[in-house]
């Protein structure tokens, strides 16, 4: 196991379209984390699993986003009925420990809505 | 609101030049610190982190911090950058679980 992986790294929809991203943790990580980053902004929260349990969610969330995380280990992020505003880098972390530590991100998945 | 500021969006140096990269961060509790780094076309990397001691940390590729908690700053040095080191610097926070990140400063090194 190299790292957090995610898939796909790029995604173009069109407006309206329901999409999905998937995260895979370093594997003995119990922690699970989604943010997101546009371009000159540093990555900002989304939400976080502590192992399936979501502990967390951003106020700014909105109710098209859903995030699970079945069983503790892969999380999908879902964002439905998208808009052009959720274009973005969508990135993963994980990390290891109850008081969450260093968190170690993936690649990202690019979301394009045209 | 829990915020971080970084004070440098753009930041263009030679190279053997001395860096400095201010980070100051609002929250009232006990917090722990990271910088990452974002190389061109790679993913956030963990530079340093600092959970309790010494203020003044060490991390890799000789980028040091300081952490002066009466100023809520916790700023990023390096002595001699070198052209290898221009990336994309992320001041972060945590105040237990989520990190709450700088808009980021981009760091030019000219060879």
Redesign the interface.
Known sequence: DTGVSQNPRHKITKRGQNVTFRCDPISEHNRLYWYRQTLGQGPEFLTYFQNEAQLEKSRLLSDRFSAERPKGSFSTLEIQRTEQGDSAMYLCASSAGDRGYEQYFGPGTRLTVT | AQS?SQHNHHVILSEAASLELGCNYSYGGTV?L?W?VQYPGQ????LL?Y?SGDPLVKGIKGFEAEFIKSKFSFNLRKPSVQWSDTAEY?C?V?P?????????TELSVKP
């Open positions: 971080v722990n990271f990452y993913h956030l990397q963990l982190k959970f992320f972060a945590s237990g679980g989520k990190l709450i990140f700088g808009q980021g």
